[in-house]
């Protein structure tokens, strides 16, 4: 009998082995981890760093193409404690933001905590003083705007030769490219200033960006820029019960939202809880698929699907007759959210539901969405994909993936590519001294090649690594490596910047 698509990526998945390639490669010997524990002191992710800034210049180990010629930034929480104060929350340490550069067979790197209005009161004050995602310290100082306590620390933004740091509900901090000095509050026009700008914008191949905002529980700031950074559209949609989306994407002709039931906690104490606090999950209660017109960011339609809680998706695209197609990696409630990350904060791990690769076919005409669960074997997260293909027809997908039930958080342990066209998956297995983080595609103009570049922090050598692959060829093993001569705390979100000259 013939396999399903499903049925054949999960036995791809389970059995594709994980070749040897170049003498680099064999230097970073595959070896799978044992699925109960990473080796090595993994609350070294989470540990903050001891100053503003860092500096260093180190050798590149392999073959690094001459066409990869920019700067590859990261960014993530990294002050974790202020004095002898220590946020409750992954989310709620003040954003770092790395810049990777090479050039002469030679990398350097630097990393600066970005200058908010936050970070800028706190160290004058000595001491945590502003509400955070998940914490609220005590003796807490007044609030006039969500910027006031923006950190900044989410994900970064490169758009027409300008750099931006990220936060969730806030506006994006404008950092130096070169230097990653804060530039300070980016409002992009009068009439967005103050407007929640989220960390996920879509950017297509053209330069058009899109985005969102969402604020108070019942709107979404929906902001539409040119490839030159122009404000074209910014539009308020009123939907009730919004939550906290952290991601979307796009089509050719739509927004594709999903809502999932983290509503409004009526019984939560206003005045002593944190932002995540205010919120509790509704099993019972759908999650909702808003699909908006890109033509005048107008509501199309709602359908809904079963409770569930996506963080991230791969990309989306409509056949142009009434059919959206989306893929996410989807878990069945917020659990990783809402304990995992405080756990890792107090030194253990809360293992929550896997995370599964899905795919989505919502059709328009009929009024109801369908999901498809795939890699029912792996858990799948930061999933990326090519950059000219954002909200076309998308050929692979790559992300981490790792045995599901692991029982500290270092279960990411390989990065992996789904070939959309021919049902495969090609991967590379980190060891288990490993923690992963994103891996992001690049593709340079001057070539026909496409790269994958990612770091991970090596807890054995207390070093954190970048890694380069052929994106096409992952199996084969980095092809180019650089080691840091310290530890940077775990981070979220990436993106490469060409260089203006090339």
């Given at each position: 009998m013939p396999l399903n698509r499903r049925q054949a990526l999960r036995r791809l998945s389970a059995t594709l082995g994980t070749a040897g390639?170049?003498?680099?490669?064999?230097?970073?010997?595959?070896?799978?981890?044992?699925?109960?524990?990473?080796r090595?002191?993994?609350?070294?992710?989470?540990?903050?760093?001891?100053?503003?800034?860092?500096?260093?210049?180190?050798?590149?180990?392999?073959?690094?193409?001459?066409?990869?010629?920019?700067?590859?930034?990261?960014?993530?929480?990294?002050?974790?404690?202020?004095?002898?104060?220590?946020?409750?929350?992954?989310f709620d340490g003040d954003g770092?933001?790395?810049?990777?550069?090479?050039?002469?067979?030679?990398?350097?790197?630097?990393?600066?905590?970005?200058?908010?209005?936050?970070?800028?009161?706190?160290?004058?004050?000595?001491?945590?003083?502003?509400?955070?995602?998940?914490?609220?310290?005590?003796?807490?100082?007044?609030?006039?705007?969500?910027?006031?306590?923006?950190?900044?620390?989410?994900s970064v933004l490169a758009h027409h030769e300008r750099l931006f740091a990220l936060w969730e509900a806030g506006s994006p901090h404008e950092l130096d490219p070169d230097t990653l000095e804060t530039r300070g509050v980016t409002e992009f026009s009068d009439d967005a200033a103050g407007l929640p700008f989220s960390a996920h914008p879509k950017v297509e191949a053209d330069g058009t960006l899109w985005n969102f905002g969402y604020s108070g529980g019942?709107?979404?700031?929906?902001?539409?820029?040119?490839?030159?950074?122009?404000?074209?559209?910014?539009?308020?949609?009123?939907?009730?019960?919004?939550?906290?989306?952290?991601?979307?994407?796009?089509?050719?002709?739509?927004?594709?939202f999903l809502l999932a039931p983290l509503h409004r906690n009526p019984d939560a104490d206003l005045e002593t809880a944190s932002f995540l606090d205010l919120h509790r999950w509704y099993?019972?209660?759908?999650?909702?698929?808003?699909?908006?017109?890109?033509?005048?960011?107008?509501?199309?339609?709602?359908?809904?699907?079963?409770?569930?809680?996506?963080?991230?998706?791969?990309?989306?695209?409509?056949?142009?007759?009434?059919?959206?197609?989306?893929?996410?990696?989807?878990?069945?409630?917020?659990?990783?959210?809402?304990?995992?990350?405080?756990?890792?904060?107090?030194?253990?791990?809360?293992?929550?539901?896997?995370?599964?690769?899905?795919?989505?076919?919502?059709?328009?005409?009929?009024?109801?969405?369908?999901e498809s669960l795939l890699l029912d074997d792996l858990e799948c997260e930061f999933p990326r994909i090519d950059p000219r293909q954002v909200a076309r027809h998308h050929d692979h997908v790559w992300m981490l993936a790792g045995t599901p039930g692991q029982a500290s958080p270092g279960g990411l342990n390989q990065v992996l590519r789904i070939d959309r066209r021919s049902d495969t998956v090609d991967r590379y297995v980190y060891g288990p001294e490993y923690m992963v983080e994103e891996h992001t595609v690049v593709t340079p103009t001057a070539s026909k090649q496409r790269f994958l570049l990612g770091t991970a922090l090596n807890l054995e050598q207390r070093r954190t690594e970048l890694h380069l692959f052929d994106a096409d060829a992952l199996a084969a093993?980095?092809?180019?490596?650089?080691?840091?001569?310290?530890?940077?705390?775990?981070g979220f979100h990436g993106t490469y910047r060409e260089s203006p000259r090339a």
């Open positions: 390639g170049s003498t680099l490669a064999a230097a970073c010997q595959q070896r799978p981890a044992r699925a109960d524990a990473v090595g002191d993994w609350a070294l992710g989470y540990r903050s760093v001891d100053q503003e800034r860092y500096q260093a210049r180190v050798a590149i180990e392999g073959d690094w193409p001459r066409t990869l010629d920019g700067a590859f930034y990261r960014n993530g929480p990294a002050l974790h404690d202020i004095g002898d104060f220590r946020y409750r929350h992954w770092l933001v790395q810049r990777f550069a090479a050039g002469e067979g030679r990398l350097s790197h630097q990393a600066a905590l970005v200058q908010t209005a936050k970070r800028r009161q706190e160290r004058a004050l000595g001491r945590a003083a502003l509400p955070a995602f998940g914490t609220v310290p005590p003796n807490g100082v007044g609030v006039t705007s969500a910027d006031d306590l923006n950190p900044a620390n989410i019942e709107l979404l700031v929906l902001w539409h820029l040119d490839s030159t950074g122009r404000v074209k559209r910014l539009k308020p949609l009123r939907i009730e019960n919004v939550g906290m989306p952290h991601d979307f994407v796009v089509t050719e002709r739509y927004l594709v099993p019972d209660r759908a999650t909702r698929v808003v699909i908006v017109r890109k033509s005048d960011l107008e509501l199309e339609q709602v359908v809904e699907l079963p409770a569930q809680w996506v963080f991230h998706f791969g990309n989306a695209y409509d056949d142009g007759r009434g059919i959206v197609r989306f893929d996410a990696a989807r878990s069945p409630s917020p659990e990783i959210l809402t304990q995992s990350f405080r756990s890792v904060m107090a030194g253990h791990w809360h293992v929550p539901p896997a995370v599964r690769w899905t795919e989505y076919r919502v059709d328009l005409n009929a009024r109801r969405a369908d093993g980095p092809r180019a490596r650089a080691v840091l001569p310290y530890a940077m705390p775990l």
